[in-house]
Every structure is written in structure tokens, then in C-alpha cells.
């Protein structure tokens, strides 16, 4: 079956723009988490949904920063205004069932590029 | 606050050679621990899960071992190829909640 999906692969924005990033989660799974990737650095967390409820967000920067999930399903990462420390690779991942820990499966990402 | 470390941040190493990851952890208080392998533009390829409860997890040429009490867990990589050349991430994840928190990755190259 389909994996994680994430759209754009690549984005690139001037300075105070603002951007939406996309993750289609695999079908089914209740559980999805977004995470931010420095270049050289491991993944951190920004925030997660279980269903469409917005859990945690304390992994998220500032409040230009805002994450949403309506029905459900897929998830939109919406940077306001945006900076050039913003430049990052952004991961979703998805997980099955929220009671014990199944597996989080990644999407490839959405490389930003903030000029 | 969990914080996970990764020692070397880079590693290479001729084919055919085992390759030895090293991953410490502050918090013992975890509910599993997750090796991860990052190739480049690619999102993450869950390796091997090692639970709280569990001592080490083998695949293949892989084999993880987790010291709870220590903060300490070794990714083992047995006969090194140069397709095993990527980037690896050990993540912990709290009994609470599900997040992970990762280190900052092992970048290993396999020279042919």
C-alpha cells in the first residue's frame, strides 16, 4: 500500500512569505506527528495529532507556526511570515493506534529553502 | 528533558569492515528505543525496535543491544557493504507520550 506522501518535495520562499506544507498519512492511521530537520542535525518534534485533535504543539517554534488536521486525515503545515531560520527539511510521520506504541512511518519531506 | 547523543558524528570505514554506532540517552525512563537509517533526500527507514524490556533486537547484518540503566544503546552493522552508506538516527520515545526524540545521526561512509 502507499506510504507517508508529503507535498511540495522542495520549496523555496522569499523571506515573509508564507507557506503550507502538506502530509497525506497512510490510510487508517490515527496518529501523525510533524518534526523539523536542521541540516546536519536529527529530527525534532513540533507537534502531533491524534485523529483531529491537536495534542501537542510544544515542539513548535513560535506562533508562526500553526498545524491542522480537520477530518482526520491529511495535514497542513502553515509557516506565517517566514524567516530565514526556518530553512529545514520538514518530516511527517504516521502512526497506527495512539494506546501502545506501533511504529511511526516516515514521508520523504518537504525541503524548505527560505532566500 | 531527554537528550540523545551520538558519538561519532561521522564514520568511515573500508568495505567489509563492521561498523560500531553508539547512541546515549540522559533519561533512562524509556518506553523503546528506535535505530533509523537516512539516505540523502529521503525521509527516515525504521531499522530496528528495541523495547524498554528487551536487552537487543537482531536483523540480518543489524543488531542493536539497549542498556537501560547506563543510557547506553550500540547499533552493530556486520560486514559493511558500501549501500549501508547513510545516515543513522537513534530515537527514544516516553512511556507517556509518543514522540520521538532523536540524536543528531551517525553519517557512515563504506568505501569500496
Known sequence: GAGVSQSPRYKVAKRGQD????CDPISGHVSLFWYQQALGQGPEFLTYFQNEAQ????GLPSDRFFAERPEGSVSTLKIQRTQQEDSAVYLCASSLDFSVYNEQFFGPGTRLTVL | KQEVTQIPAALSVPEGENLVLNCSFTDSAIYNLQWFRQDPGKGLTSLLLIQSSQREQTSGRLNASLDKSSGRSTLYIAASQP??????LCAVIKAAGNKLTFGGGTRVLVKP
Do not use: E, F, H, N
Not at chain 1, 55 to 58: M, V
Not at chain 2, 83 to 88: E, H, K, P
Open chain 1, 19 to 22: 507557506v503550507a506544507l502538506r
Open chain 1, 55 to 58: 495534542l501537542d504543539k510544544s
Open chain 2, 83 to 88: 549501500g549501508d552508506s547513510a545516515t543513522y
